[in-house]
Protein backbone atom coordinates (compact mmCIF):
# COMPACT_ATOMS: atom_id res chain seq x y z
CA UNK A 1 0.00 0.00 0.00
CA UNK A 2 2.84 2.08 0.88
CA UNK A 3 5.33 1.87 -2.38
CA UNK A 4 8.80 2.83 -2.34
CA UNK A 5 9.02 4.12 1.56
CA UNK A 6 10.98 3.27 3.94
CA UNK A 7 9.52 1.87 7.52
CA UNK A 8 10.37 5.02 9.13
CA UNK A 9 8.53 7.21 6.28
CA UNK A 10 4.84 4.85 7.29
CA UNK A 11 5.37 5.41 10.57
CA UNK A 12 5.19 8.95 10.77
CA UNK A 13 2.09 8.52 8.40
CA UNK A 14 0.08 6.41 10.52
CA UNK A 15 1.10 9.00 13.81
CA UNK A 16 0.01 11.58 11.54
CA UNK A 17 -3.48 9.48 11.16
CA UNK A 18 -3.73 8.67 14.54
CA UNK A 19 -3.50 12.02 15.76
CA UNK A 20 -6.17 13.02 13.79
CA UNK A 21 -8.74 10.70 14.69
CA UNK A 22 -7.76 10.93 18.39
CA UNK A 23 -8.10 15.29 17.96
CA UNK A 24 -11.78 14.33 16.22
CA UNK A 25 -13.51 12.17 19.03
CA UNK A 26 -11.88 14.16 22.20
CA UNK A 27 -13.97 17.17 20.72
CA UNK A 28 -16.60 15.08 19.44
CA UNK A 29 -17.39 14.42 23.27
CA UNK A 30 -17.66 18.28 23.98
CA UNK A 31 -20.46 19.14 21.55
CA UNK A 32 -23.60 20.64 23.28
CA UNK A 33 -24.83 22.91 21.02
CA UNK A 34 -25.50 24.21 17.43
CA UNK A 35 -22.89 27.53 18.81
CA UNK A 36 -20.12 24.72 19.89
CA UNK A 37 -20.46 22.44 16.57
CA UNK A 38 -20.58 25.07 13.93
CA UNK A 39 -18.16 27.74 15.87
CA UNK A 40 -16.91 25.50 18.34
CA UNK A 41 -18.46 27.78 21.06
CA UNK A 42 -17.20 31.15 19.99
CA UNK A 43 -14.26 30.48 21.86
CA UNK A 44 -11.44 29.43 19.37
CA UNK A 45 -7.74 31.62 20.40
CA UNK A 46 -5.75 33.74 17.52
CA UNK A 47 -3.18 31.22 17.05
CA UNK A 48 -6.01 28.16 16.16
CA UNK A 49 -7.85 30.77 14.13
CA UNK A 50 -4.60 31.78 11.99
CA UNK A 51 -3.21 28.52 11.71
CA UNK A 52 -6.75 27.11 10.30
CA UNK A 53 -7.25 29.96 8.05
CA UNK A 54 -3.93 28.84 6.27
CA UNK A 55 -4.36 25.08 6.93
CA UNK A 56 -7.62 25.40 5.05
CA UNK A 57 -6.22 27.66 2.15
CA UNK A 58 -3.85 25.46 1.09
CA UNK A 59 -4.67 22.42 -0.52
CA UNK A 60 -4.04 19.85 -3.65
CA UNK A 61 -4.40 22.95 -6.10
CA UNK A 62 -1.73 24.59 -4.42
CA UNK A 63 1.16 21.65 -4.58
CA UNK A 64 0.00 20.83 -7.83
CA UNK A 65 -1.62 24.65 -9.24
CA UNK A 66 1.04 26.81 -7.68
CA UNK A 67 3.94 24.16 -8.23
CA UNK A 68 2.67 23.98 -11.57
CA UNK A 69 3.05 27.35 -12.43
CA UNK A 70 6.50 27.36 -10.88
CA UNK A 71 7.86 25.15 -13.32
CA UNK A 72 6.06 26.86 -16.55
CA UNK A 73 5.82 30.49 -15.50
CA UNK A 74 8.35 31.27 -12.62
CA UNK A 75 7.20 32.77 -9.46
CA UNK A 76 4.18 35.27 -10.99
CA UNK A 77 1.43 33.17 -9.28
CA UNK A 78 2.73 33.91 -6.23
CA UNK A 79 0.70 37.19 -6.51
CA UNK A 80 -2.67 35.46 -5.17
CA UNK A 81 -0.54 34.39 -2.30
CA UNK A 82 0.67 38.34 -1.25
CA UNK A 83 -2.25 39.73 -2.22
CA UNK A 84 -3.79 37.46 0.01
CA UNK A 85 -2.06 39.01 2.96
CA UNK A 86 -3.47 42.73 2.16
CA UNK A 87 -7.23 40.83 2.43
CA UNK A 88 -6.77 39.34 5.27
CA UNK A 89 -6.19 42.59 6.95
CA UNK A 90 -9.04 43.77 5.39
CA UNK A 91 -10.77 40.64 6.83
CA UNK A 92 -9.99 41.55 10.17
CA UNK A 93 -9.90 45.07 10.12
CA UNK A 94 -13.11 46.05 8.38
CA UNK A 95 -15.06 43.12 7.95
CA UNK A 96 -14.58 40.85 10.85
CA UNK A 97 -16.12 43.89 13.52
CA UNK A 98 -19.72 43.63 11.32
CA UNK A 99 -19.52 39.87 11.61
CA UNK A 100 -19.03 39.68 14.90
CA UNK A 101 -21.33 41.99 16.09
CA UNK A 102 -24.49 40.90 14.24
CA UNK A 103 -23.97 36.99 15.62
CA UNK A 104 -24.21 35.12 12.77
CA UNK A 105 -23.48 31.45 12.06
CA UNK A 106 -23.05 32.24 8.26
CA UNK A 107 -22.01 35.14 5.85
CA UNK A 108 -26.02 34.49 4.11
CA UNK A 109 -27.50 35.23 7.38
CA UNK A 110 -25.43 38.14 7.45
CA UNK A 111 -26.47 39.34 3.77
CA UNK A 112 -30.30 39.23 4.87
CA UNK A 113 -29.94 40.67 7.79
CA UNK A 114 -28.09 43.52 5.69
CA UNK A 115 -30.52 43.23 2.51
CA UNK A 116 -33.46 40.55 2.25
CA UNK A 117 -33.97 37.03 2.50
CA UNK A 118 -33.71 36.23 -1.17
CA UNK A 119 -30.09 37.33 -1.17
CA UNK A 120 -29.57 34.99 1.49
CA UNK A 121 -30.92 31.56 0.14
CA UNK A 122 -28.96 33.07 -3.27
CA UNK A 123 -25.77 32.93 -1.82
CA UNK A 124 -26.33 29.60 0.10
CA UNK A 125 -27.66 27.92 -2.84
CA UNK A 126 -24.86 28.82 -5.03
CA UNK A 127 -22.43 28.37 -2.28
CA UNK A 128 -23.16 24.46 -1.78
CA UNK A 129 -23.65 23.91 -4.90
CA UNK A 130 -20.28 25.36 -5.83
CA UNK A 131 -18.70 23.77 -2.44
CA UNK A 132 -19.21 19.92 -4.02
CA UNK A 133 -18.83 20.77 -7.67
CA UNK A 134 -15.49 22.49 -7.57
CA UNK A 135 -13.62 22.18 -4.05
CA UNK A 136 -14.73 18.77 -3.42
CA UNK A 137 -14.55 17.71 -7.07
CA UNK A 138 -10.97 19.24 -7.45
CA UNK A 139 -9.54 18.43 -4.14
CA UNK A 140 -10.10 14.63 -4.80
CA UNK A 141 -8.96 14.97 -8.34
CA UNK A 142 -5.95 16.56 -7.60
CA UNK A 143 -5.07 15.00 -4.36
CA UNK A 144 -6.00 11.45 -5.95
CA UNK A 145 -3.12 12.34 -8.89
CA UNK A 146 -0.73 13.28 -5.95
CA UNK A 147 -1.25 10.24 -3.97
CA UNK A 148 -1.29 8.23 -7.39
CA UNK A 149 2.61 9.65 -7.89
CA UNK A 150 4.04 9.57 -4.99
CA UNK A 151 2.37 6.36 -3.04
CA UNK A 152 1.06 4.66 -6.16
CA UNK A 153 -2.44 4.43 -4.65
CA UNK A 154 -4.97 4.61 -7.76
CA UNK A 155 -6.78 7.44 -8.22
CA UNK A 156 -9.93 6.01 -6.86
CA UNK A 157 -8.28 4.82 -3.36
CA UNK A 158 -6.52 7.97 -2.68
CA UNK A 159 -9.80 9.89 -3.08
CA UNK A 160 -11.93 7.43 -0.63
CA UNK A 161 -8.83 7.42 1.66
CA UNK A 162 -9.37 11.31 2.10
CA UNK A 163 -12.92 11.85 1.85
CA UNK A 164 -13.48 9.12 4.70
CA UNK A 165 -10.90 10.58 6.98
CA UNK A 166 -12.26 14.34 6.71
CA UNK A 167 -15.39 13.22 7.30
CA UNK A 168 -15.08 10.91 10.40
CA UNK A 169 -13.42 14.06 12.11
CA UNK A 170 -15.53 16.88 10.97
CA UNK A 171 -18.73 14.59 11.49
CA UNK A 172 -17.70 13.87 15.15
CA UNK A 173 -15.93 17.17 16.26
CA UNK A 174 -17.07 19.63 14.40
CA UNK A 175 -15.53 23.25 14.09
CA UNK A 176 -13.40 22.82 17.17
CA UNK A 177 -12.00 19.47 16.03
CA UNK A 178 -10.85 21.33 12.60
CA UNK A 179 -9.10 23.99 14.18
CA UNK A 180 -7.43 22.25 16.43
CA UNK A 181 -6.80 19.66 13.89
CA UNK A 182 -5.46 22.30 11.79
CA UNK A 183 -2.64 23.90 14.23
CA UNK A 184 -1.13 20.31 13.80
CA UNK A 185 -1.93 20.19 9.97
CA UNK A 186 -0.06 24.02 9.55
CA UNK A 187 2.81 22.90 11.53
CA UNK A 188 3.09 19.61 9.74
CA UNK A 189 2.80 21.27 6.12
CA UNK A 190 5.23 24.18 6.72
CA UNK A 191 7.78 22.05 8.30
CA UNK A 192 7.45 18.81 5.64
CA UNK A 193 6.99 22.01 2.56
CA UNK A 194 9.93 23.55 3.59
CA UNK A 195 12.22 20.87 3.77
CA UNK A 196 11.86 19.74 0.64
CA UNK A 197 12.41 23.33 -0.86
CA UNK A 198 15.82 23.33 1.53
CA UNK A 199 16.67 20.24 0.03
CA UNK A 200 16.22 20.79 -3.57
CA UNK A 201 17.85 24.26 -3.16
CA UNK A 202 21.53 22.57 -2.55
CA UNK A 203 20.94 19.78 -4.80
CA UNK A 204 20.51 22.70 -7.65
CA UNK A 205 23.30 24.57 -6.68
CA UNK A 206 21.53 27.23 -4.24
CA UNK A 207 19.55 30.03 -5.21
CA UNK A 208 21.99 31.51 -7.40
CA UNK A 209 22.14 28.25 -9.35
CA UNK A 210 18.68 27.86 -9.46
CA UNK A 211 18.23 31.27 -11.13
CA UNK A 212 21.12 30.15 -13.89
CA UNK A 213 19.01 27.04 -14.79
CA UNK A 214 15.70 28.45 -15.33
CA UNK A 215 14.80 30.92 -18.03
CA UNK A 216 15.90 34.78 -16.54
CA UNK A 217 11.78 35.85 -16.60
CA UNK A 218 10.71 33.39 -13.81
CA UNK A 219 12.14 35.27 -11.07
CA UNK A 220 10.05 38.38 -12.03
CA UNK A 221 6.25 38.91 -10.32
CA UNK A 222 5.04 41.49 -12.86
CA UNK A 223 4.36 40.34 -16.38
CA UNK A 224 3.39 42.84 -19.13
CA UNK A 225 -0.24 43.56 -20.34
CA UNK A 226 -0.13 41.13 -22.90
CA UNK A 227 0.34 38.32 -20.79
CA UNK A 228 -2.28 35.57 -21.01
CA UNK A 229 -2.01 34.77 -17.68
CA UNK A 230 -0.97 36.68 -15.06
CA UNK A 231 -0.75 40.93 -16.60
CA UNK A 232 -0.24 43.55 -13.78
CA UNK A 233 -3.91 45.05 -14.98
CA UNK A 234 -5.40 42.25 -13.84
CA UNK A 235 -2.97 41.31 -10.80
CA UNK A 236 -3.30 44.99 -9.73
CA UNK A 237 -6.87 45.42 -10.22
CA UNK A 238 -8.65 41.55 -10.66
CA UNK A 239 -6.86 39.64 -8.09
CA UNK A 240 -7.98 41.95 -5.20
CA UNK A 241 -11.54 41.22 -6.08
CA UNK A 242 -11.26 37.60 -6.02
CA UNK A 243 -9.33 37.95 -2.79
CA UNK A 244 -11.80 39.95 -1.26
CA UNK A 245 -15.05 37.20 -2.06
CA UNK A 246 -12.61 34.33 -1.23
CA UNK A 247 -11.38 35.71 2.36
CA UNK A 248 -13.95 38.05 3.51
CA UNK A 249 -17.33 36.90 2.66
CA UNK A 250 -16.96 32.87 2.10
CA UNK A 251 -18.27 30.32 4.60
CA UNK A 252 -15.19 28.31 4.08
CA UNK A 253 -12.79 30.71 5.28
CA UNK A 254 -14.79 32.80 7.31
CA UNK A 255 -16.37 30.44 9.50
CA UNK A 256 -13.32 30.42 11.55
CA UNK A 257 -13.32 34.05 12.49
CA UNK A 258 -16.86 33.84 13.57
CA UNK A 259 -15.87 31.51 16.06
CA UNK A 260 -13.18 33.87 18.16
CA UNK A 261 -13.57 34.76 21.31
CA UNK A 262 -13.68 38.59 20.68
CA UNK A 263 -12.48 40.74 18.54
CA UNK A 264 -9.04 41.14 19.76
CA UNK A 265 -8.44 37.25 18.81
CA UNK A 266 -10.30 37.24 15.47
CA UNK A 267 -8.24 40.27 14.27
CA UNK A 268 -4.84 38.43 15.53
CA UNK A 269 -5.97 35.42 14.23
CA UNK A 270 -6.17 37.13 10.72
CA UNK A 271 -2.75 39.12 10.63
CA UNK A 272 -0.86 35.64 11.97
CA UNK A 273 -2.92 33.89 8.22
CA UNK A 274 -1.47 36.88 6.19
CA UNK A 275 2.39 36.25 7.93
CA UNK A 276 1.74 32.34 6.94
CA UNK A 277 0.33 33.52 3.48
CA UNK A 278 3.92 35.17 2.87
CA UNK A 279 5.44 31.17 2.80
CA UNK A 280 3.89 29.33 -0.25
CA UNK A 281 5.38 31.50 -2.70
CA UNK A 282 8.56 29.43 -1.43
CA UNK A 283 7.79 26.40 -0.29
CA UNK A 284 5.10 25.77 -3.09
CA UNK A 285 5.66 28.46 -5.98
CA UNK A 286 9.55 27.86 -5.88
CA UNK A 287 9.72 23.85 -5.98
CA UNK A 288 8.31 23.89 -9.36
CA UNK A 289 10.91 26.18 -10.53
CA UNK A 290 13.51 23.72 -8.48
CA UNK A 291 11.84 20.85 -10.29
CA UNK A 292 12.39 22.69 -13.60
CA UNK A 293 15.99 22.81 -12.96
CA UNK A 294 16.22 19.39 -11.46
CA UNK A 295 14.69 17.39 -13.67
CA UNK A 296 16.04 19.74 -16.36
CA UNK A 297 12.35 19.06 -17.89
CA UNK A 298 10.55 22.87 -19.52
CA UNK A 299 7.28 20.91 -19.75
CA UNK A 300 7.19 19.17 -16.28
CA UNK A 301 4.09 20.98 -15.39
CA UNK A 302 1.57 19.59 -12.74
CA UNK A 303 4.06 17.00 -11.81
CA UNK A 304 6.36 19.11 -10.71
CA UNK A 305 5.94 18.81 -6.87
CA UNK A 306 4.61 15.35 -6.95
CA UNK A 307 7.84 14.20 -8.76
CA UNK A 308 10.15 16.23 -6.62
CA UNK A 309 8.48 14.09 -3.33
CA UNK A 310 8.68 10.97 -5.21
CA UNK A 311 12.26 11.70 -6.10
CA UNK A 312 15.69 10.42 -4.41
CA UNK A 313 15.89 14.12 -3.02
CA UNK A 314 14.12 13.36 0.19
CA UNK A 315 16.17 10.82 2.81
CA UNK A 316 14.21 8.35 4.80
CA UNK A 317 12.00 9.74 7.38
CA UNK A 318 11.98 13.11 5.81
CA UNK A 319 9.84 11.88 2.99
CA UNK A 320 7.12 10.34 5.47
CA UNK A 321 7.33 13.81 6.90
CA UNK A 322 6.83 15.68 3.61
CA UNK A 323 3.71 13.43 2.62
CA UNK A 324 2.20 13.67 5.88
CA UNK A 325 2.14 17.38 5.32
CA UNK A 326 0.49 17.01 2.03
CA UNK A 327 -2.31 14.68 3.65
CA UNK A 328 -2.25 17.84 5.89
CA UNK A 329 -3.28 20.03 3.01
CA UNK A 330 -5.65 17.95 1.25
CA UNK A 331 -7.44 16.40 4.72
CA UNK A 332 -7.47 19.90 6.10
CA UNK A 333 -9.27 21.77 3.09
CA UNK A 334 -11.77 18.74 2.57
CA UNK A 335 -12.45 18.76 6.36
CA UNK A 336 -13.24 22.68 6.01
CA UNK A 337 -15.65 22.16 3.01
CA UNK A 338 -17.95 19.43 4.37
CA UNK A 339 -18.15 21.70 7.66
CA UNK A 340 -18.92 24.94 5.98
CA UNK A 341 -21.17 22.99 3.67
CA UNK A 342 -23.40 21.65 6.78
CA UNK A 343 -23.28 24.98 8.53
CA UNK A 344 -24.90 26.74 5.75
CA UNK A 345 -27.11 24.01 4.50
CA UNK A 346 -27.88 23.55 8.53
CA UNK A 347 -28.33 27.32 9.74
CA UNK A 348 -29.77 28.97 6.50
CA UNK A 349 -31.97 26.09 5.21
CA UNK A 350 -33.24 23.86 8.15
CA UNK A 351 -33.57 26.42 10.73
CA UNK A 352 -34.98 28.51 8.47
CA UNK A 353 -37.83 25.66 7.98
CA UNK A 354 -37.63 24.46 11.25
CA UNK A 355 -37.16 27.62 13.49
CA UNK A 356 -38.06 25.93 16.83
CA UNK A 357 -35.14 22.79 16.51
CA UNK A 358 -33.49 22.31 19.68
CA UNK A 359 -29.86 22.93 19.91
CA UNK A 360 -30.03 18.92 19.65
CA UNK A 361 -31.61 18.73 16.80
CA UNK A 362 -29.57 21.45 14.92
CA UNK A 363 -26.18 19.52 15.90
CA UNK A 364 -27.58 16.21 14.03
CA UNK A 365 -29.10 17.19 11.39
CA UNK A 366 -25.01 19.21 11.01
CA UNK A 367 -23.58 15.84 10.97
CA UNK A 368 -26.31 13.98 9.15
CA UNK A 369 -25.32 16.72 6.72
CA UNK A 370 -21.73 16.45 6.64
CA UNK A 371 -22.44 12.78 6.61
CA UNK A 372 -24.30 13.27 3.11
CA UNK A 373 -21.47 15.49 1.62
CA UNK A 374 -18.90 12.52 2.46
CA UNK A 375 -21.21 10.02 0.55
CA UNK A 376 -21.84 12.27 -2.08
CA UNK A 377 -17.81 12.87 -2.01
CA UNK A 378 -17.53 8.64 -2.10
CA UNK A 379 -20.05 8.71 -5.14
CA UNK A 380 -17.92 11.04 -7.07
CA UNK A 381 -14.58 9.27 -7.35
CA UNK A 382 -15.98 6.95 -10.12
CA UNK A 383 -16.32 11.05 -12.11
CA UNK A 384 -12.92 11.88 -11.40
CA UNK A 385 -11.17 9.84 -13.96
CA UNK A 386 -13.13 12.10 -16.26
CA UNK A 387 -11.79 14.93 -15.09
CA UNK A 388 -9.14 16.55 -17.92
CA UNK A 389 -6.09 18.70 -16.62
CA UNK A 390 -7.89 21.21 -18.69
CA UNK A 391 -10.98 21.03 -16.70
CA UNK A 392 -9.00 20.99 -13.73
CA UNK A 393 -7.19 24.65 -14.87
CA UNK A 394 -10.74 26.11 -15.97
CA UNK A 395 -12.18 25.26 -12.07
CA UNK A 396 -9.16 27.81 -10.91
CA UNK A 397 -10.88 30.70 -13.02
CA UNK A 398 -14.33 29.83 -12.49
CA UNK A 399 -14.20 31.64 -9.41
CA UNK A 400 -13.50 35.17 -11.29
CA UNK A 401 -17.09 34.21 -12.77
CA UNK A 402 -19.20 33.90 -9.59
CA UNK A 403 -16.96 35.94 -6.98
CA UNK A 404 -17.18 39.63 -8.21
CA UNK A 405 -21.31 40.27 -7.81
CA UNK A 406 -21.23 38.59 -4.26
CA UNK A 407 -17.91 40.81 -3.45
CA UNK A 408 -19.82 43.92 -5.09
CA UNK A 409 -22.92 43.68 -2.41
CA UNK A 410 -20.70 42.72 0.77
CA UNK A 411 -18.22 46.20 0.06
CA UNK A 412 -20.70 48.12 -1.24
CA UNK A 413 -23.57 46.63 1.63
CA UNK A 414 -21.23 47.85 4.61
CA UNK A 415 -19.60 51.05 2.82
CA UNK A 416 -22.93 52.86 1.87
CA UNK A 417 -26.37 52.23 3.91
CA UNK A 418 -28.29 53.70 0.96
CA UNK A 419 -28.19 49.96 -0.93
CA UNK A 420 -30.97 48.09 -1.07
CA UNK A 421 -32.12 44.07 -1.20
CA UNK A 422 -33.80 44.94 -4.86
CA UNK A 423 -30.35 46.14 -6.02
CA UNK A 424 -28.51 43.05 -4.00
CA UNK A 425 -30.39 40.60 -5.59
CA UNK A 426 -30.37 42.26 -9.17
CA UNK A 427 -27.14 42.55 -8.75
CA UNK A 428 -26.39 38.80 -7.88
CA UNK A 429 -28.92 37.09 -10.47
CA UNK A 430 -27.56 39.66 -12.77
CA UNK A 431 -23.51 38.96 -12.57
CA UNK A 432 -24.32 35.02 -12.16
CA UNK A 433 -25.96 34.98 -15.79
CA UNK A 434 -23.07 37.12 -16.96
CA UNK A 435 -20.49 34.67 -15.29
CA UNK A 436 -22.56 32.07 -17.07
CA UNK A 437 -22.66 33.12 -19.98
CA UNK A 438 -18.52 33.64 -20.18
CA UNK A 439 -18.24 30.03 -18.73
CA UNK A 440 -20.71 28.48 -21.39
CA UNK A 441 -18.85 30.97 -24.56
CA UNK A 442 -15.33 29.75 -22.92
CA UNK A 443 -16.06 26.15 -23.15
CA UNK A 444 -17.71 26.46 -26.62
CA UNK A 445 -14.36 27.56 -27.71
CA UNK A 446 -12.54 25.17 -26.40
CA UNK A 447 -14.37 22.57 -28.10
CA UNK A 448 -13.85 24.94 -31.44
CA UNK A 449 -17.30 25.92 -32.00
CA UNK A 450 -16.55 29.72 -31.67
CA UNK A 451 -14.15 31.08 -34.16
CA UNK A 452 -13.47 35.00 -35.52
CA UNK A 453 -16.37 36.57 -33.75
CA UNK A 454 -17.39 38.89 -30.77
CA UNK A 455 -18.10 35.79 -29.09
CA UNK A 456 -14.38 34.70 -29.61
CA UNK A 457 -12.82 37.61 -27.96
CA UNK A 458 -15.37 37.06 -24.91
CA UNK A 459 -13.93 33.56 -24.77
CA UNK A 460 -9.92 34.72 -25.03
CA UNK A 461 -10.29 38.22 -22.75
CA UNK A 462 -7.91 37.17 -19.38
CA UNK A 463 -9.86 35.94 -16.32
CA UNK A 464 -8.71 38.55 -14.22
CA UNK A 465 -9.61 41.22 -16.66
CA UNK A 466 -13.23 39.50 -16.93
CA UNK A 467 -13.83 39.65 -12.82
CA UNK A 468 -13.04 43.30 -12.86
CA UNK A 469 -15.29 44.27 -15.57
CA UNK A 470 -18.10 42.23 -13.73
CA UNK A 471 -17.40 43.74 -10.50
CA UNK A 472 -18.19 46.95 -12.30
CA UNK A 473 -21.32 45.73 -14.11
CA UNK A 474 -22.54 43.95 -10.82
CA UNK A 475 -21.80 47.31 -8.46
CA UNK A 476 -23.44 49.80 -11.17
CA UNK A 477 -26.36 47.95 -11.47
CA UNK A 478 -26.70 47.52 -7.40
CA UNK A 479 -26.17 50.94 -7.56
CA UNK A 480 -28.49 51.95 -9.64
CA UNK A 481 -31.02 49.93 -8.80
CA UNK A 482 -30.93 50.72 -4.72
CA UNK A 483 -31.30 54.41 -6.15
CA UNK A 484 -34.55 53.87 -8.38
CA UNK A 485 -36.27 52.16 -5.33
CA UNK A 486 -37.04 52.80 -1.89
CA UNK A 487 -34.56 53.18 0.60
CA UNK A 488 -33.64 50.16 2.79
CA UNK A 489 -35.78 49.76 6.01
CA UNK A 490 -33.74 51.27 9.37
CA UNK A 491 -33.47 47.48 10.87
CA UNK A 492 -31.29 46.33 7.32
CA UNK A 493 -28.34 48.84 8.22
CA UNK A 494 -28.35 50.09 12.09
CA UNK A 495 -24.86 48.87 13.16
CA UNK A 496 -24.21 47.00 9.59
CA UNK A 497 -22.84 49.64 7.80
CA UNK A 498 -19.96 51.91 8.87
CA UNK A 499 -21.98 54.98 8.82
CA UNK A 500 -24.54 53.37 11.31
CA UNK A 501 -22.14 50.85 12.91
CA UNK A 502 -22.63 52.23 16.54
CA UNK A 503 -26.15 53.20 16.53
CA UNK A 504 -27.18 49.87 18.19
CA UNK A 505 -25.97 47.65 20.90
CA UNK A 506 -26.77 43.68 20.87
CA UNK A 507 -25.42 40.90 23.18
CA UNK A 508 -22.65 40.43 20.79
CA UNK A 509 -21.37 43.69 20.97
CA UNK A 510 -18.84 43.22 23.40
CA UNK A 511 -16.85 40.88 21.50
CA UNK A 512 -16.06 44.01 19.18
CA UNK A 513 -15.12 46.25 22.42
CA UNK A 514 -11.56 45.94 22.92
CA UNK A 515 -11.17 46.30 26.93
CA UNK A 516 -7.29 45.72 25.85
CA UNK A 517 -5.66 49.19 24.60
CA UNK A 518 -2.34 47.26 24.39
CA UNK A 519 -3.55 44.25 21.82
CA UNK A 520 -4.87 46.78 19.78
CA UNK A 521 -1.52 48.50 19.38
CA UNK A 522 0.48 45.33 18.71
CA UNK A 523 -2.42 44.34 15.89
CA UNK A 524 -1.93 47.80 14.42
CA UNK A 525 1.94 47.65 14.61
CA UNK A 526 2.04 44.07 13.36
CA UNK A 527 -0.65 44.95 10.44
CA UNK A 528 2.05 47.50 9.31
CA UNK A 529 4.92 45.39 9.62
CA UNK A 530 3.16 42.61 7.30
CA UNK A 531 2.34 45.00 4.58
CA UNK A 532 6.32 46.59 5.17
CA UNK A 533 6.82 43.30 4.35
CA UNK A 534 5.25 42.44 1.19
CA UNK A 535 6.39 45.68 -0.31
CA UNK A 536 9.46 44.47 0.68
CA UNK A 537 9.50 41.34 -0.92
CA UNK A 538 7.71 42.90 -4.09
CA UNK A 539 10.42 44.98 -4.39
CA UNK A 540 12.84 42.26 -4.53
CA UNK A 541 11.10 40.69 -7.37
CA UNK A 542 9.57 43.21 -9.27
Not at 43 to 67: K, M
Not at 82 to 93: K, Q, S, V
Not at 370 to 376: F, R
Not at 509 to 515: A, L, N, V
Amino acid sequence: MFQNLAPLDITFILIYFSLLFAVGFYFSRKEKSSTEYFLAGRRVGWIAIGASLFASNISSEHFIGLAGSGASRGLAVGHFEWIACFILLILGWVFVPFYLKSGVFTMPEFLERRYNKSSRMYLTSVSIVAYVITKISVTLFAGGLLLHEILGWDIATSAIVMVIVAGIYTIAGGLKAIVHVDVLQSSVLILGATTLTILGLQEVGGFSGLQEKVPVDFFSMFKPLSDPDFPWTGIIFGAPILGVWYWCTDQYIVQRVLGGKNINHARTGTILAGFLKILPVFILVLPGVIAYAYFNDPDIGDKAYPSLVASQLLPAGIKGIVIASLLAALISSLASCFNSSSTLFTMDFYREFRPNSSEKELVLVGRLATTVLVILGIMWVPFIKYISSQIYIYLQSVQAYISPPIAAVFILGILWKRVNGKGAIWSLITGAIIGAFRLVVELLYKAGKIEGSFLQFVAEANFLHFAIFLFIVSASILILVSLMTSSPEKKRVTGLTFATAHEVKTEFTEMIESRNPTWTKINIGLSILLVATIIFLYTRFF
